[in-house]
């Protein structure tokens, strides 16, 4: 449980460090590329940064009142949360950076 609770903290605020410097200025950031890498839809700035935490905190709290899951569940689980976030602002700062070109 506090596996699960600390991944959650430092994802938080993980997206409130982004929220403040990942594209500053830009209004709505993507969501899903193409394949091509072209933006296929955009959320505003604090959703776009959110969505992925919240996910997280809605699956680790569910595993853990299933009161099924073991520590290397929510481990493994917490390390795809996390490593999908960060992707995540990594891809945005890569299309900032290209599209200020």
Not at 43 to 69: C, D, H, K, T, Y
């Amino acid at each position: 449980m506090i596996l699960a609770i600390a991944t959650i903290i430092v994802m938080g605020g993980v997206a409130a460090y982004a929220n403040r410097t990942v594209a500053p200025g830009i209004a709505k950031l993507p969501m899903q590329w193409s394949l091509k890498g072209g933006v296929n839809w955009t959320a505003p700035r604090r959703i776009a940064f959110a969505v992925i935490p919240a996910l997280a905190a809605a699956v680790l709290g569910a595993i853990l009142l299933s009161g099924a899951a073991q520590l290397s569940d929510i481990a493994l689980i917490s390390g795809v949360f996390l490593s999908s976030q960060l992707l995540h602002i990594t891809l945005t700062q890569r299309w900032f950076t290209a599209s200020r070109r």
